[in-house]
């Protein structure tokens, strides 16, 4: 969220993508710098063939991030800004991670498949991607 304003000067949309219900993510997602989906059939999921697996939780590469997270919550639910998250929810709670970086016709122009809950593209990944990927392409349009 930090850097959206790089992402967008790089005519990069970012669309992220939970398998949580609507009613779920909503109070998470007001106010977020870009679009969020939510796909509690994890149609998308299958569709792009990511996958759930305790490692997403139980790799130590994670546990600072989801230590930060569950702080983060705790703080804001006890000043009443947060609801506690739903004890068993509806996707689970072992999703793994996946970026894609989709061209504006639907092509897969890269992909990172997430080892652990905390395993995704960095921004400044994001950004070379996208710029690799447009010094290939014809046209800046076609990412």
């Not at 790799?59 to 989801?66: C, G, K, S």
């Not at 930060?68 to 999703?95: C, K, M, N």
Request: net charge negative; proline share 6%; with cysteine.
């Amino acid at each position: 969220m930090k850097r959206e304003a790089e992402l967008a000067a790089a005519s990069i949309r970012e669309v992220v993508i939970f398998h949580s219900t609507t009613e779920e993510l909503l109070p998470y997602a007001m106010g977020l710098p870009f679009a969020v989906v939510a796909d509690p059939d994890k149609l998308l999921y299958v569709e792009f063939g990511v996958e759930s697996s305790l490692r997403a939780l139980l790799d130590p590469r994670a546990w600072l991030a989801i230590a930060r997270g569950i702080l983060w919550s705790l703080v804001e639910i006890g000043r009443g800004r947060e609801s506690a998250p739903a004890l068993q929810p509806h996707g689970g709670r072992f999703g793994l991670p996946a970026d894609f970086l989709i061209a504006s016709d639907g092509r897969v122009l890269a992909c990172k498949y997430g080892s652990h809950a905390y395993d995704q593209w960095s921004v400044d990944e994001v950004l070379a991607l996208a710029g690799a990927q447009a010094t290939r392409s014809t046209s800046p349009s076609d990412i």
